[in-house]
């Protein structure tokens, strides 16, 4: 097929770190990019020539933006899908769809999309606001411990809470959410798989993910340190998944093992994923340049691992706040196979993603020595 290089190219929905390393890659092909972010000191702002200051949720804002690219993605799924709509029926090559996009933006409609396709994930219920959860509850139809989830708008484990007794569910605010059976988990993993306009798709390598108390990611081990059979069986079920939406662009599919080897679907993101930021150094492709190949219905490349590794978020110290100091960065750059990514927010507040480390090593077990040192040595706190 033919490629060509054009002025508003790519437009970005979201400036973030996700939308940085996109632009990264974008620039290794020419692809101009546009960008659009509510806060205008965001990762991007400065990397690109066309960043535009704008509500993601705004319908107007989000048209306007949108009505003069070729092809228009994300790096957020919390963007106004009936502006999307309209971008796609007036010919703007919208994906992630606008369709899949409101699918996954609300985790009740996400578990609903599962069991109607026949994917397996955990059994849940859906409200419309907690006072409908606390009734039910207080019927005694609630059986305890369960995950509570707010339905939109959580990310970072923001909005998922377990809930132990009736006196948790008081303290949640009232809003449309769901509650999960609480899974025992043996380890989460996450596959990242690539389709294009011409149904070709391509998985990476399955990954473990470790999360820290706030249930965010403290670190992504590549590849995954499971069986083959349980390996495949994840590969398969995300490519299923993948399928299943029929999606275009990068779909990572976020998967529990159970303690009886179930592999279950926790959730998707239609985007490219924190699980991936070990692809830049690990694989012989990166999800972000993947993820460009499938936008732009161009060749997919191989995901093979080029080298194992590890990659550790950095994020914000408890009790820091303001601008950002990446304390003893020295005593990292001196591990060999590390490389440190800094997205370039200004201020550093508790848990916010600053930035990650991938330690690269032929040996796995080597990685995870360095990653220890590395996480007890660098420190991203305030001035
Ligand atoms: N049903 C469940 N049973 C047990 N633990 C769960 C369940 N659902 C979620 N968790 C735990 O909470 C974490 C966060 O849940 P989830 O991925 O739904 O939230 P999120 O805020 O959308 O996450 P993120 O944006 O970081 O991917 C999971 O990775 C897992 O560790
Ligand atoms: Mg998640």
């Known amino acids: 097929m033919n490629f060509y290089t054009s002025q508003n190219k790519l437009g970005i929905l979201g400036g973030g770190q996700l939308g940085k390393m996109l632009i990264n890659e974008a620039n290794k092909l020419n692809i101009s990019c546009k960008v659009m972010d509510p806060n205008k000191e965001a990762p991007c702002s400065n990397l690109v020539e066309n960043f535009i200051v704008g509500d993601l949720l705004n319908y107007d804002d989000v048209y306007n933006f949108g009505k003069n690219v070729e092809v228009l993605t994300i790096e957020i799924e919390n ?11 007036e010919g703007v090559k919208v994906y992630p769809s606008s369709e899949n996009i409101k699918t996954i933006q609300n985790k009740s409609v996400q578990k609903n999309f599962y069991l109607k396709n026949n994917l397996p994930s955990s059994f849940f219920k859906t409200y419309d606001n907690v006072d409908d959860l606390i009734n039910e509850a207080e019927n005694k ?9 707010s339905a939109r708008f959580g990310y970072d484990g923001k909005g998922v809470k377990v809930i132990n007794n009736i006196e948790d569910l008081k303290t949640l605010p009232n809003i449309e959410c769901i509650i999960e059976d609480k899974i025992s988990i043996k380890k989460e993993l996450s596959v990242i798989v690539a389709r294009n306009k011409r149904s070709q798709e391509k998985n990476f390598p399955t990954v473990e993910m470790e999360f820290n108390q706030e249930n965010l990611v403290d670190k992504v081990i590549c590849p995954a340190q499971i069986s083959d059979d349980l390996n495949n069986k994840a590969i398969q079920l995300a490519l299923k998944t993948s399928r299943a939406f029929n999606h275009i662009g990068l779909l990572s599919i976020e998967l529990f093992i159970t303690d009886n080897d179930e592999i279950l679907i926790n959730e998707v993101a239609p985007r490219p994923h924190n699980s991936g930021h070990h692809t830049i150094e690990c694989c012989l492709i990166s999800q972000f340049e993947q993820h460009l190949r ?18 550790l978020n950095l994020v914000g110290e408890e009790k820091h706040f303001g601008e950002a100091i990446y304390d003893n960065i020295e005593g990292a750059l001196k591990i060999p196979g590390a490389s440190i990514h800094i997205y370039g927010k200004k201020d550093t507040k508790p848990h916010r993603k600053m930035g990650h480390i991938t330690i690269v090593n032929k040996d796995l077990n ?16 305030s001035k």
């Open 79 to 89: 963007v106004n899908t009936d502006a999307l709509k309209k971008l796609e029926e």
């Open 141 to 149: 139809k609630c059986k305890y411990p369960f995950v509570w989830k």
């Open 294 to 311: 499938a936008i732009f219905n161009l060749n997919l490349g191989s995901t093979s691992i080029k080298i194992p590794g590890i990659m």
């Open 366 to 381: 080597k990685a995870k020595e360095f990653a220890e040192i590395i996480r007890k040595s660098i420190k991203v706190i």
